[in-house]
């Protein structure tokens, strides 16, 4: 009964998955891109970088603004006066006199416009840079997010593979019990051969259904990736194959340039090398055009409205700021940048040679399993006509019960090891294609 109401389940989830519609691995991966929050916030990232550019190539737009002030002069400014050449004869006599008024006020239009700034290259470039660092950031997210989107939707095919084989292992084990329980019905089987059969048949239901809880989860998983709701919607998912080609490792090149970590690092790097430059040229001068058009009111008394104590004023200059001494450490941030270029080229070199080797020994054992999966598909049909021979002799009474069960144990545990070669095989693929940048 057991076994019956197992095949009707399946009837039932096969017949469900064909009212379903197929997602593909991309479908699934780019789902999973456009969801996750951690690659919505690198987007941010990347767009407050670019506002941050915006900003830098505004400073050479012009400025204007309107300017006011009400002013009090408690002590007036005072010169010396050479009175004397006002004589005739001229004469060397001097006088101190107070220039202005108590009270002034000042309105009018400033307009600047800077002419240079020798360190806006270095500074726009250095922006441009870190832009690109959040731009490959978020392309490394993406890239991680696709491996772990890859292996949870490669994972469910191969348990489902699995799954039919013991769909198949289930009806096979059940025909030796069915064989063995007429015996025992006759009194002609002992009782522990009965319970050998019983228990191949139930250990392969149970492998049947241990399947189908993985699948559960890794959809439920897959799901959440792809960021769906949290309810039991991943039950609906119906994955389409994937080509061959992806599983194999055989002849594939590598193509770690294209992974974004490294690209990262070099923007990262050329980013410090221009904020290096920058900051070097930070103290040079800066030069500016700067106009004024306005007026001034002098008085010796409150008297803001009165019209006939205002005089025109203007101005145009070229202004020039040249930082000598500024009261920072400037070879202590110069060294720091240094610092930071060498740590990242050496990480940049560590990390390449890290992926080189991961790629490597991730395509030595992919070939190693390869052949013992060989082996074993091999061992496989043999152990299967094992357990059909055995059926057979039973069956025409020259046969012993203890030879169908241990055939049947065999076959169970030779299914299983063949199981796991090829579960390790698809994780050293994944490994593979990972560490040598190659797409999906």
């Keep these: ?19 379903q519609k197929e997602i593909s691995l991309e479908t699934a991966i780019r789902s999973a891109i456009q969801n996750k929050n951690s690659i919505l916030a690198a987007r941010s990232a990347y767009i407050l970088d670019s506002l941050d550019g915006t900003d830098l190539k505004a400073r050479y737009r012009p400025k204007a603004s309107l300017e006011y002030a009400y002013q009090f002069n408690p002590v ?32 009018g239009l400033k307009v600047t416009q800077l002419v240079h700034d020798f360190s806006f290259k270095a500074s726009q470039l250095e922006n441009s840079f870190k832009q690109k660092v959040s731009q490959l950031d978020k392309q490394q997210l993406e890239y991680e997010l696709t491996y772990e989107v890859a292996k949870t939707y490669l994972g469910i095919l191969l348990l489902q593979d699995q799954q039919k084989t013991a769909s198949t292992d289930t009806a096979r084990t059940y025909n030796s019990f069915q064989l063995q329980d ?23 239901v149970q492998a049947y259904e241990d399947y189908q809880f993985q699948i559960n989860e890794q959809k439920a998983y897959l799901s959440y990736l792809m960021g769906a709701a949290a309810d039991k919607s991943y039950s609906s998912l119906v994955l389409a194959p994937v080509p061959d080609s992806l599983l194999i490792t055989e002849q594939t090149e590598s193509a770690t340039s294209t992974i974004p970590l490294f690209g990262k690092l070099k923007a990262q790097q050329e980013s410090y090398k221009q904020a290096q430059l920058a900051e070097r040229k930070k103290n040079l001068p800066i ?17 803001p409205f009165n019209g006939s104590a205002w005089f025109g004023v ?21 060294r720091k940048y240094d610092e ?22 991730a395509r030595e054992n992919w070939l190693a ?47 299983a090891s063949y199981n796991e070669v090829k579960y390790r095989q698809l994780l050293e693929v994944l490994r593979f294609r990972n560490a040598s940048g190659l797409k999906w």
Excluded: C
């Design 369 to 415: 399993l390869q052949s013992k999966k060989r082996s074993l598909e091999k061992n496989l049909l043999l152990y299967e006509e094992n357990v059909s021979i055995y059926q057979e002799r039973f069956k025409e009474g020259v046969g012993l019960s203890n030879d169908v069960n241990t055939a049947e144990l065999e076959l169970q545990q030779a299914r």
């Design 76 to 107: 007036l400014a005072t010169s010396i006066v050479p009175v004397g050449q006002f004589a005739i004869p001229a004469t060397d006599k001097v006088a101190n006199l107070a220039f202005g008024t108590r009270w002034q006020q000042s309105a």
């Design 287 to 303: 030069i500016e055009l700067s106009g004024f058009l306005g007026a001034n009111q002098f008085t010796n008394n409150i008297d």
């Design 182 to 204: 007429a015996r025992f019905k006759e009194g002609k089987l002992l009782r522990s051969d009965w319970n050998k059969a019983v228990l191949n048949h139930n250990n392969s």
């Design 1 to 19: 009964m057991k076994r019956i109401s197992l095949l009707i389940t399946a009837l039932v989830i096969t017949i469900g998955s064909f009212s």
């Design 314 to 334: 203007s101005n145009i200059a070229l202004n020039a700021k040249w930082n000598i001494f500024n009261g920072e450490n400037r070879q202590s941030r110069l």
């Design 340 to 361: 930071q270029i060498k740590k990242l080229e050496a990480d940049a070199k560590d990390q390449e040679l890290n992926y080189s080797q991961e790629a490597l020994r």
